[in-house]
């Protein structure tokens, strides 16, 4: 699979606007329930880097736990991102993203706290909350 992906995406009255690199053209859907609150089902994202915003004033971030934020549009509500603190990457929004024919559903996280009322047919790797704490939580002093 290719790395290094270029991509651009804006928000869907066009007031934001992104490039940015995807580490790798994957995507990965978080079903757990902030996610779910935030996106009215799984939020799909690809990882990325060296992600620049045109028309950064128009991006509200709102800090959902002690390590995370996630952005959004301020005129149209679209949801934009999430953000590790202090991280260079981002979790970019796969809506957002302007042509999304090159990237492929990889990974499910959160699979524990998936609601009965969907599933993805596509096969994936899949994390519990467990794992998924266990592989990215940040290391606790």
Same mark, same amino acid.
């Given at each position: ?9 804006? @928000?869907? +009255? ?5 490039? @940015? ?8 859907? @978080?079903?757990?329930?902030? +996610? ?11 990882? +990325? ?21 996630? $952005?959004?549009?301020?005129? @149209? $509500? ?64």
């Amino acid at each position: 699979m290719t790395q290094n992906v270029k991509l651009t995406g804006r @928000c869907m +009255c066009g007031a934001v606007r992104l490039r @940015c690199t995807a580490i790798e053209p994957k995507v990965t859907a @978080c079903h757990c329930d902030m +996610c779910r609150r935030w996106s009215s089902g799984p939020y799909f994202e690809v990882s +990325c880097k060296d992600v620049t915003f045109e028309g950064e004033e128009n991006i509200t971030t709102i800090r959902s736990s002690d390590w995370a934020e996630r $952005g959004f549009c301020n005129k @149209c $509500g679209s949801n934009l991102f999430y953000h590790i603190i202090g991280s260079k990457d981002f979790q970019i929004a796969a809506g957002a993203i302007d042509d999304p024919s090159d990237l492929r559903l990889s990974l499910q996280v959160f699979t524990d706290r998936k609601p009965t009322f969907y599933s993805l047919a596509e096969k994936t790797k899949t994390m519990t909350s467990d794992e998924v704490y266990a592989a990215f939580s940040p290391p606790h002093e």
